[in-house]
């Protein structure tokens, strides 16, 4: 019997930045102290430097570049951006581990907790190992079981970080949930055979009029909620 109640657990997939913690407002705050400017000002220099990550990471996906780890990526853009005199040199080697340094969301780590007593619940992030390691044991993050890109080689939303979510999942269940508040993530997902949950959160991208995604849950106990629903209709 144990081993069917297992079997029978939901299982809930993870996207990270953005959705557990606050990637943008974080790293925002830590240009703040660094570097002594005000908000706006914090706020271009973080849009600049995730615009580059995210620019690296999709010509890694069309294979266009090799793989680097998200920590290489960011040391790369605030390299850029101090070549451009938007970030004075000697606060790059500061600033290059801010993304260890996220906050997650005010219901991320309580929320988890309570999923991972009736759920089975993974990570799967742009992130590295790097920093999900310092994202965990810095925020008291709790699963199951954290993948990376750097597990797959590639970046989402390419299909292999979704199919290697799938084939972490155990075995017998139905299709695991990626919950994420980036609906292009979803999109991925849904295309790979996950399910799907939406969970909205600043600075996501949110659902447009042709997406219908499973589950829509306005926080994590709410999530918790209806992934045990779907589970007892199933």
Do not use: C
């Not at 000697?90 to 801010?98: N, Q, S, T, Y």
């Not at 970080?161 to 799938?166: I, R």
């Amino acid at each position: 019997m144990a081993e069917e109640k297992a079997v029978s657990r939901p299982v809930v997939v993870f996207d990270v930045l953005g959705t557990l913690v606050d990637q943008g407002g974080s790293l925002e705050r830590q240009v703040t102290d660094a570097i002594g400017v005000d908000g706006e000002t914090a706020a271009a220099v973080v849009r600049d430097w995730l615009g580059h990550v995210a620019e690296q990471e999709h010509a890694i996906v069309e294979r266009r570049r090799a793989f680097a780890p998200s920590h290489e990526l960011d040391r790369e853009a605030l390299h850029r951006l101090a070549d451009e005199g938007l970030l004075p040199r000697d606060r790059v080697g500061e600033l290059a581990d801010a993304s260890l340094r996220l906050q997650p969301w005010p219901d991320t780590v309580a929320g988890l907790d309570l999923l991972a007593a009736d759920v089975t619940v993974l990570g799967l992030s742009n992130a590295s190992r790097r920093v999900l390691t310092g994202l965990s044991g810095a925020s008291g993050m709790r699963w199951h079981q954290v993948l990376s890109a750097e597990d797959a080689g590639t970046y989402k939303p390419d299909p292999a970080l979704y199919e290697l979510a799938v084939a972490s999942a155990p075995a017998g269940g139905a299709p695991p949930f990626m919950a994420a508040a980036h609906a292009w993530d979803l999109r991925a997902a849904a295309a790979a055979g996950m399910r799907t949950a939406y969970v909205p959160r600043p600075d996501g991208d949110p659902p447009g009029p042709g997406d219908s995604f499973d589950l829509h849950a306005e926080n994590l106990e709410e999530l918790h909620t209806k992934l045990l629903d779907s589970a007892d209709s199933a």
